[in-house]
């Protein structure tokens, strides 16, 4: 008991969920859904996320939350304890936030930059040609909002799991749901007439963002599609790098993990489809189909532009919009930041105190490294899937297009193959819960989960080309 009472735990699966749902809802949702749902299509890619969703990331959230719960260790420790000859999923889960902590809070530190942008009334200088990439390669800057960003993700893990974590996520949670659903009904209301007498509209934008466009739709485009709904399934919802299993760990037996699980997805995919709503159309409005083609940078480089033709609305949409995102982001940094340091204090028998402490000197020098990565220790290399990258693409690679595919992958085998479904149906229904979803979670994490996967990790390291 003094061990459990040591680690923390949410008050009740009210916190449990917000936190959860914090941590799932976060620049994945917000920067990169977007992203992909205007170049896959529109309403196809929502189409098959949301399957994915219900069936994919509904088995891989289930099974680390019960893994958590079930052993009640972090990740580093968790896996082991589930079959011993397995716990070196548990250095794997814990490599993966350990790798993507230094170069996210140095993203966060460009959005706590646009943010001040727009707080300070000169968000128009966003929007200038150049601008991002002028801001990335200084020396100073980009590191000196990095190690604000950080401050703030850090004394939130250090105030501990109730105090810090669960009180932050109740708080900014229902803020980040209501600025969200504010902005995505003003952004289809939009309607703008451009040089050449072309009007767009807001409603215009929702229509591709919704509405499934098979036209030149093949089998290989679909299975683009999928690949890409499933990849994105990772940042959306925070498995296979730890962060589910240190949650689940905190939460209380008497959590209904079934409802727990269900409400997460929910929130989740209502924010992400919601974050499409508020950035597709507007920017269909006053950039057209050319501008929803911005790639990786939309949010940084698209949407400033797009919030500069609105006049002087746009400076507080500008501003509402770089709040959330700063909210999503550092709920996020939270989560994963707490995954690391969680094992440390498992593994080592370490205090909250000294391992946030190690946890924060080593991302501090690495965070560090990949904003130089941009200016002084730029270089470039191809990367096995094609892709040209620097040091956070690097980070980024490794991170999320190998370990977590790798890690997602050896724990569908662990569950369904090893110590079987019936280890996580036992965690989830407590005796006496009903899993309306337990023949479907058979089937996924027995076959159709790790034959998915299998296939996303052969692409990701080039051997399945697409």
Not at 18 to 47: E, Q, T
Not at 96 to 122: E, F, N
Not at 267 to 293: C, N, Q, Y
Not at 300 to 321: C, D, E, R, Y
Request: glycine content about 10%.
């Amino acid at each position: 008991m003094e061990k459990k009472t040591s680690r923390g735990s949410f008050s009740g699966q009210f916190g449990f969920i917000m936190a959860a749902a914090a941590s799932a809802v976060g620049l994945g949702n917000i920067w990169r859904f977007p992203y992909l749902a205007a170049k896959d299509g529109g309403g196809i890619f929502l189409l098959v996320y949301l399957i994915l969703a219900l069936t994919f990331g509904f088995t891989l959230l289930t099974s680390e939350i019960a893994i958590g719960r079930n052993t009640q260790q972090s990740p580093l420790t968790a896996y082991r304890a589930v079959h011993p000859k397995w716990g070196f999923i548990g250095i794997l889960a814990c490599l993966v936030p350990t790798i993507i902590l230094p170069y996210y809070c140095s993203i966060g530190g460009w959005v706590l930059k646009y943010l001040s942008l727009y707080m300070t009334g000169t968000g128009a200088e966003a929007a200038a040609d150049g601008y991002f990439g002028n801001y990335i390669s200084g020396n100073v800057q980009p590191i000196v909002w990095m190690l604000i960003y950080f401050a703030i993700t850090a004394i939130i893990v250090f105030c501990g799991v109730e105090k810090g974590i669960e009180k932050f996520s109740k708080i900014l949670m229902p803020i980040l749901i209501v600025m969200v659903i504010g902005i995505s009904v003003y952004s289809i209301t939009l309607s703008h007439t451009d040089e050449s007498g072309v009007t767009r509209t807001g409603l215009e934008g929702l229509k591709i963002y919704f509405v499934p466009d098979f036209t030149g739709m093949t089998l290989k485009k679909l299975f683009v599609v999928v690949m890409d709904a499933m990849g994105q399934l990772f940042f959306s919802i925070s498995v296979a790098m730890g962060i589910m299993v240190a949650y689940g760990s905190y939460a209380k037996k008497e959590t209904n993990l079934i409802q727990s699980v269900n409400r997460i997805e929910l929130f989740d995919t209502l924010v992400a489809f919601m974050a499409g709503m508020m950035i597709v159309p507007a920017v269909f409005t006053f950039s057209g189909r050319e501008g929803m083609a911005g790639g990786p940078g939309l949010v940084f480089v698209s949407l400033p532009k797009v919030f500069t033709a609105m006049g002087g609305a746009g400076k507080v949409i500008g501003l509402l919009f770089f709040i959330v995102l700063s909210f999503a982001a550092v709920t996020s940094s939270v989560s994963v930041m707490e995954a690391i340091v969680s094992s440390l204090m498992d593994k080592f028998n370490l205090s909250r105190k000294k391992s946030t402490l190690l946890v924060t000197a080593y991302t501090l020098v690495t965070a560090v490294i990949v904003c130089m990565g941009y200016n002084v220790l730029y270089f470039e290399i191809t990367l096995p899937n094609g892709s040209v990258a620097q040091i956070l693409d690097i980070f980024d690679y490794i991170s999320n297009y190998i370990m977590m595919p790798l890690v997602a992958f050896l724990t569908s085998v662990l569950i369904g193959w090893v110590v079987k479904p019936k280890f996580i149906i036992d965690e989830v229904t407590q005796g006496t819960l009903k899993f309306s979803r337990k023949t479907l979670y058979i089937v996924m994490i027995k076959f159709v989960v790790p034959l998915l996967l299998l296939v996303l990790l052969l692409q990701s390291i080039g051997i399945i080309k697409l």
